[in-house]
C-alpha cells in the first residue's frame, strides 16, 4: 500500500501539474527530475528515467537522500523595458521554486530592493542606462545567483566572467527561461545542501570544505564572512577561516539564535566573542573590526540593550 506523501505548500495558481512526476516502482536511486517540466537531474546531469511518486511540493535530494521541503527562492527581475520586465514577471510566476520578490527598471532599484530584503537570485538585463547590468553585479560585495538577459550575444563570455549562472539571449521564450530556472536551482541546491549536514546535540556541525567533511564546534565560531557563493567561517584557535561553499541564509538558519545574530549582510558574528562595541563597529579582536549595516542596527542595539548595565 502507497503511503500518503507528506504535505507541502500549495502550488495553485503556479502553473504546475502535480501529476508530472511519475513512479519508478520504487527502484533506483530517488531524483528530484520532473518528467516533462522544470527540473532536470543534477545527479545524473540528464532527463533520468529514477523518478519517485511525489507531489510537486517536495523533491528528493540527490546529495542526502532524505525527503527535504521544496526550496523557494527570493529573486528580483530587473529590466529597464516595461515590456520585456513583465515578461520577466510572468516566467517567474510560473516556476514553482521562485518567488519574486520586487521588478526593477534600474540598478538604483535593484540595490535598494536587496538592501530592504534577502534576494537569492537576480534575472537583470545587461544593456540599462546609467549603470547596467554587468557593471551593477560586479559592484555587489556578495551578489546574489545570476542570470543575464540582453539582446547581444557579445555579452556572453562577460557574463560567465562574473559567474552568472546562465545567460539568456533575447528573445526568449519560457522554455528557455524553464532551463535557466533549473540551472539556478541546481546551483543553489549544491551550495545549500552538500555544505552542512547537520547540527548534533553536542555543539558540533559537519561542513564540506574542498573534498573533506570536517566537524567543528559551534561555539568555536567567532564569526562568519559571506563571500559571494563562499562563506569563510573564523573559528578560535585557528589562523585561517574554514572556506565552505554555503550561502548566509542557510547557516543562518543552522545557527542558535540566543548566540549568533546577523549585524550585515556579509557578517554574522558570535555574540559570545563580542570584545568592544565603537559607534557602527563590533571589534572582535586587535585587527577584526566588522561594521554594522542599516538594516540589522536596530536588532543589533536591542541586543546590547538587553545586556547593557549602568546608564
Do not use: W
Given at each position: 500500500?502507497k503511503?500518503?506523501p507528506?504535505?507541502?505548500?500549495s502550488?495553485a495558481?503556479?502553473?504546475v501539474?502535480s501529476?508530472a512526476i511519475?513512479a519508478?516502482g520504487?527502484?533506483?536511486?530517488?531524483?528530484?527530475y520532473?518528467?516533462?517540466?522544470?527540473?532536470?537531474?543534477?545527479?545524473h546531469?540528464?532527463?533520468?528515467p529514477?523518478?519517485i511518486?511525489?507531489?510537486?511540493?517536495?523533491?528528493?535530494s540527490?546529495?542526502?537522500?532524505?525527503?527535504l521541503?521544496?526550496?523557494?527562492?527570493k529573486?528580483?527581475?530587473?529590466d529597464d523595458?516595461?515590456?520585456?520586465?513583465k515578461?520577466?514577471?510572468t516566467?517567474i510566476?510560473k516556476i514553482?521554486?521562485?518567488?519574486?520578490?520586487?521588478?526593477?527598471q534600474?540598478?538604483?532599484e535593484?540595490?535598494?530592493?536587496?538592501?530592504a530584503?534577502t534576494i537569492d537570485v537576480i534575472?537583470?538585463?545587461i544593456?540599462?542606462?546609467?549603470?547596467?547590468g554587468?557593471?551593477?553585479?560586479?559592484?555587489?560585495a556578495?551578489?546574489?545567483?545570476?542570470?543575464?538577459?540582453t539582446?547581444y550575444?557579445e555579452y556572453?563570455v562577460?557574463g560567465y566572467?562574473?559567474?552568472?549562472v546562465?545567460y539568456l539571449?533575447k528573445?526568449?521564450?519560457?522554455?528557455?527561461?524553464?532551463?535557466?530556472?533549473?540551472?539556478v536551482k541546481?546551483r543553489?541546491?549544491?551550495?545549500?545542501?552538500?555544505?552542512v549536514?547537520?547540527?548534533?546535540?553536542?555543539?558540533a556541525m559537519f561542513?564540506?570544505?574542498e573534498?573533506?567533511i570536517?566537524?567543528?564546534?559551534?561555539?568555536?565560531?567567532r564569526?562568519?564572512?559571506?563571500?559571494s557563493e563562499?562563506?569563510?567561517i573564523h573559528?578560535?584557535?585557528?589562523p585561517?577561516?574554514?572556506?565552505?561553499?554555503?550561502?548566509m541564509?542557510?547557516i543562518?538558519?543552522?545557527?542558535?539564535a540566543?548566540?549568533f545574530?546577523r549585524?550585515?549582510r556579509?557578517?554574522?558574528i558570535?555574540?559570545?566573542?563580542i570584545q568592544e562595541?565603537n559607534k557602527?563597529?563590533?571589534?572582535?579582536?586587535?585587527d577584526?573590526y566588522?561594521?554594522?549595516?542599516?538594516?540589522?542596527?536596530?536588532?543589533?542595539?536591542?541586543?546590547?540593550?538587553?545586556k547593557f548595565?549602568?546608564k
Open positions: 500500500m503511503e500518503d507528506p504535505p507541502g505548500p502550488l495558481g503556479r502553473g501539474d501529476t511519475v519508478n520504487g527502484q533506483g536511486t530517488p531524483c528530484p520532473l518528467r516533462g517540466e522544470l527540473f532536470s537531474c543534477p545527479l546531469l540528464a532527463p533520468c529514477k523518478t511518486l511525489l507531489p510537486l511540493t517536495s523533491y528528493l540527490p546529495l542526502t537522500s532524505h525527503l521541503p521544496l526550496s523557494i527562492m529573486c528580483l527581475a530587473i523595458e516595461p515590456l520585456a520586465l515578461q520577466l514577471e516566467y510566476s514553482p521554486f521562485l518567488e519574486l520578490a520586487g521588478a526593477c534600474s540598478a538604483a535593484a540595490q535598494a530592493a536587496m538592501e530584503d534575472f537583470i538585463d544593456n540599462m542606462p546609467d549603470i547596467n554587468m557593471e551593477f553585479v560586479q559592484s555587489l556578495t551578489p546574489p545567483l545570476v542570470v543575464f538577459t539582446a550575444s556572453a562577460d566572467k562574473v559567474d552568472a546562465d539571449l528573445p526568449f521564450g519560457l522554455d528557455d527561461f524553464k532551463r535557466a530556472a533549473n540551472k541546481q543553489y541546491d549544491l551550495q545549500n545542501m552538500a555544505a549536514s547537520a547540527v548534533d546535540k553536542d555543539d561542513l564540506k570544505t573534498h573533506r570536517v566537524r567543528i564546534n559551534i561555539s568555536d565560531i564569526y562568519i564572512e559571506g563571500m563562499y562563506l569563510k573559528l578560535e584557535g585557528k585561517k577561516p574554514l572556506i565552505v561553499l554555503l550561502s541564509k542557510k543562518e538558519e543552522r545557527l542558535p540566543s548566540s545574530m549585524i550585515h556579509s557578517y554574522i558570535n555574540l559570545k566573542k562595541v557602527s563597529r563590533v571589534i572582535m579582536d586587535a577584526t566588522l561594521p554594522v549595516g542599516d538594516l540589522y542596527r536596530e536588532a543589533f542595539m536591542g541586543y546590547l540593550e538587553s548595565l549602568g
